[in-house]
């Protein structure tokens, strides 16, 4: 049974920074992509950011490049997103998912296990 549970979000005033964390378990952590997703009310769930099994690659969604970077752990089992310069329309359900396969994606489906989600709350 895989888990990922997320930890680290909560509010934060714009231009402020948070770091995610995902604490996965139940499978060999090191052998597949991990993936970060959001989703803000009323909207689709949106890739935002990807890390390859080794970390060698990362992908981010445009609105984040240069703000936001994935990295991960695999002693730890556990990756990250740090996030820099948050923005209101930062706000969401942030939520961590292991890929199915090693290389990185931005597509959901190929995402296999999520976690519950942890609410980002930005203010201006």
């Known amino acids: 049974q895989v888990q990922l549970v997320e930890s680290g979000g909560g509010p934060v005033q714009a231009g402020g920074s948070l770091r995610l964390s995902c604490a996965a378990s139940?499978?060999?952590?090191?052998?597949?992509?991990m993936g970060w997703f959001r989703q803000a009310p009323g909207k689709e769930r949106e890739f935002v950011a990807a890390i390859s099994w080794s970390g060698s690659s990362t992908n981010y969604v445009d609105s984040v490049k240069g703000r936001f970077t994935i990295s991960r752990d695999n002693a730890k089992n556990t990756v990250y997103l740090q996030m820099n310069m948050l923005k209101p329309e930062d706000t969401a359900v942030y939520y961590c998912?292991?890929?199915?396969?090693?290389?990185?994606?931005?597509?959901?489906?190929?995402?296999?296990?999520w976690g519950q989600g942890t609410q980002v709350t930005v203010s201006s």
């Open positions: 139940g499978r060999t952590f090191s052998k597949y992509a």
């Open positions: 998912a292991q890929d199915r396969a090693p290389t990185i994606t931005t597509t959901a489906t190929r995402y296999g296990y």
